[in-house]
């Protein structure tokens, strides 16, 4: 099986700071890899397919990019609504996919 | 516009079974696939299987063979998750979400249904 590790597992960060969130993948996934973003109490939310496409009606900020098994989610400048737990998740082993550990983004 | 509709809470005692619907509207139902994905509490997010379009295929991850079974119905655009043999560890959150292939993530979720698995 394919196993994606997130890291940090946590960082804590100000508004307005651009942030780097980074998975890897334990072997080559090309691009088929999603980023989610979930609040307390909330389903997760996509924010990025196919490695680097932006989910319609997600703000510019946040951007992905990365191929094969190193992968980054980056927000530009760090919102007060961007507070959350981030979690990558592969979708080339098909038919299993696999999520990330999760990395929470807290505010400094 | 999309919404996935979950069943509600569950209580179940060691070793019985749950029965999760979602019902689908908002978009064609027979275009997208529908996974689930669950959370145990304070846990991250787990992917548990996916079922196709026309639901004439199924697949779980390995951990749930055996006691994962997910159908869909067309006639009611629904689907509908069943987990056997349950233990104290299959106490979480699961959630219904749909996607249209196998590199276009997870759009749309359900609101999410507990379980809770206690004697």
């Known amino acids: 099986d394919i196993q994606m590790t997130q890291s940090p597992s946590s960082l804590s960060a100000s508004v307005g700071d651009r942030v780097t969130l980074t998975c890897r993948a334990s072997q080559s996934i090309s691009t088929y890899l999603s980023w989610y973003q979930q609040k307390p109490g909330k389903a997760p939310k996509l924010l990025i397919y196919a490695a680097s496409s932006l989910q319609s009606g997600v703000p510019s900020r946040f951007s992905g990019s990365g191929s094969g098994t190193d992968f980054t989610l980056t927000i530009s400048s760090l919102q007060p609504e961007d507070f959350a737990t981030y979690y990558c998740q592969q979708s080339y082993s098909t038919p299993t996919w696999t999520f990330g550990q999760g990395t929470k983004v807290e505010i400094k | 516009q999309v919404q996935l509709v979950q069943s509600g809470a569950e209580v179940k005692k060691p070793g019985a079974s749950v029965k999760i619907s979602c019902k689908a509207s908002?978009?064609?139902?027979?275009?997208?696939?529908m996974h689930w994905v669950r959370q145990a509490p304070g846990q991250g997010l787990e992917w548990m299987g996916l079922i196709n379009p026309t639901g004439s295929t199924s697949n779980n991850a390995q951990k749930f063979q055996g006691r994962l079974t997910m159908t869909r119905d067309t006639a009611t655009s629904s689907v509908s998750m069943e987990l056997s043999s349950l233990r104290s560890d299959d106490t979480a959150v699961y959630y219904c979400a749909r996607s249209t292939g196998y590199n276009s993530g997870l759009d749309y979720w359900g609101q999410g249904t507990l379980v809770t698995v206690s004697s």
């Open positions: 908002g978009y064609t139902f027979t275009s997208y696939y």
